[in-house]
C-alpha cells in the first residue's frame, strides 16, 4: 500500500514538473512572438511606406463594399493568434518554434531585402503586371495560372531569391504573424494525433512553398515520415534546406502517391491561388492520397463569412497584391467543396486572418 501511494505520489511530482515546464514554454513561445510581431511591424511599415501598395495609382480600382474595418477589432484578431499558439505550446501540441532567423544579423539582412525589393513590387504593381514572369525561361513548362507574379512577388515562385525572400515577405505583410495563424492547421492536426505513436505515420505538406510550416511539423511530429511538395524547384531546394526533410517536385492536380498511402497532408494558403476548376481536383486528389481514417489539416485565409468585420480588408487583398482567383476563393464553399471529394469536417479553427480545417476521410 505505502509503495503504491509512493508510486502515485512520483507520478503527481512528474505530472506536475510537466505541467510546469510546458507553461514555461508557452511563456517562452509568448515573448519570442513580441519580439518578432515588433521587428516585422516595422519593417512591413517601411516597405508599406516605399510600396504604398493602397495608394489610387495602381490600374485595378478598388471600391469597397463592407464596412471600414475597426482598428480595435483587427487588433483583437491579430493578437488572438499570438495567444493561441502560446496556449498550444503551453499545452503540449508542439514545441516552442522561433519562426525565421536564428540571429539578428540574419534578421536585419533579410528585412532589407524586403525593404529594397519593395519598389520593384510598386514598380509592377503601377503597371498592373502580375504576368511579367510569363517572359523569364524558368516559368516555361509550368501551368499558365501558376505563371503569375502572385502578389506582384520579383521573380514569381520560380527564382531562387523570391524563395529566400518569401517568409520574410509575408511576416511583414502579417506584421510578424504568419507563423502563429498557419499553426491553426497544426493545432488541429496535433490535437488529433495526441498520444499517437509517431512512427510509421506518413505526412506530406503540400505545396510546402519555402518550408517554414514543413518545419513545424518535423518539430511537432520528429519520428514521422514527413516531405514536402511542390511545383517549384526553387521553393523546393529552399524548403529542404530550411527544414531538412526531403521533398518532391510535383503538380497537386496529380500527386505522385498511391491510393490510400498517407495518414495525412497538409495543405497551407494554397486552395486561393488555385482556379475555381483546378480546386475540385487537388481536393479529390488529396482525398484519393489518404488512408481511409486519414486527415487533411488545411489553413487558407478566412472569407468574409468567417469575419464579417475584416471583409472591407479580404476585399482590399486581391485589389492590391495581384490575386486573382481570391474573389472566387472568398465565396467558395469549402466544407462542400471538400465534401464533393469524400472529407468531412473533423474539427476547425481561425485566428487573425487565417481558418483551419480538419477535414477526414471515412473509415
Not at 514598380?123 to 509550368?142: F, H, I, K, L, T
Not at 511539423?217 to 530550411?242: E, H, K, T, V
Not at 479529390?284 to 486519414?294: D, H, N, Q, Y
Not at 475584416?310 to 497584391?321: K, T
Request: charged share 25%.
Amino acid at each position: 500500500m505505502d509503495e503504491r501511494r509512493g508510486d502515485r505520489g512520483e507520478s503527481r511530482e512528474a505530472g506536475l514538473k510537466g505541467r510546469a515546464a510546458f507553461a514555461l514554454d508557452g511563456a517562452s513561445q509568448r515573448a519570442k512572438a513580441a519580439v518578432k510581431a515588433a521587428w516585422w511591424t516595422a519593417a512591413g511599415g517601411v516597405t508599406r511606406a516605399l510600396a504604398r501598395p493602397t495608394r489610387g495609382e495602381a490600374k485595378t480600382k478598388f471600391e469597397p463594399q463592407g464596412p471600414p474595418v475597426s482598428a480595435a477589432r483587427l487588433r483583437k484578431a491579430y493578437l488572438t493568434a499570438f495567444d493561441k499558439d502560446a496556449a498550444d505550446v503551453a499545452a503540449g501540441l508542439y514545441p516552442p518554434v522561433g519562426d525565421g532567423p536564428r540571429n539578428p544579423a540574419d534578421a536585419f539582412r533579410e528585412a532589407l531585402d524586403v525593404i529594397a525589393d519593395a519598389r520593384a513590387v510598386d514598380q509592377r504593381r503601377r503597371r498592373g503586371d502580375g504576368v511579367e514572369v510569363r517572359d523569364e525561361p524558368e516559368s516555361e513548362g509550368y501551368p499558365n495560372y501558376y505563371r503569375q507574379n502572385f502578389h506582384y512577388q520579383s521573380g514569381g515562385w520560380f527564382t531562387d531569391a523570391s524563395a529566400r525572400r518569401y517568409e520574410a515577405q509575408v511576416e511583414a505583410l502579417f506584421s510578424g504573424a504568419a507563423g502563429a495563424m498557419r499553426r491553426r492547421a497544426l493545432s488541429l492536426l496535433a490535437r488529433h494525433w495526441r498520444g499517437k505513436d509517431q512512427r510509421g505515420l506518413r505526412l506530406v505538406d503540400l505545396a510546402c512553398g519555402s518550408g517554414a510550416f514543413l518545419s513545424d511539423l518535423d518539430a511537432a511530429f520528429p519520428r514521422a515520415a514527413i516531405a514536402g511538395l511542390d511545383l517549384s524547384r526553387a521553393y523546393l531546394a529552399a524548403a529542404r534546406s530550411r527544414s531538412g526533410r526531403g521533398g518532391v517536385q510535383a503538380n497537386a492536380e496529380a500527386l505522385p502517391f498511391a491510393d490510400a498511402s498517407l495518414d495525412a497532408v497538409t495543405c497551407v494558403y494554397l486552395f486561393h491561388e488555385l482556379p475555381p476548376r483546378v480546386r475540385p481536383v487537388v481536393a479529390a486528389e488529396i482525398a484519393r492520397v489518404l488512408k481511409p481514417g486519414g486527415v487533411l489539416a488545411f489553413a487558407d485565409s478566412v472569407q468574409p463569412s468567417d469575419e464579417p468585420d475584416l471583409s472591407r480588408l479580404l476585399e482590399a487583398f486581391p485589389a492590391y497584391f495581384h490575386e486573382p482567383y481570391y474573389s472566387t476563393y472568398a465565396q467558395a464553399d469549402l466544407p462542400a467543396l471538400f465534401g464533393a471529394a469524400g472529407l468531412s469536417v473533423a474539427g476547425q479553427d481561425q485566428a487573425f486572418l487565417t481558418k483551419a480545417l480538419l477535414l477526414e476521410k471515412p473509415l
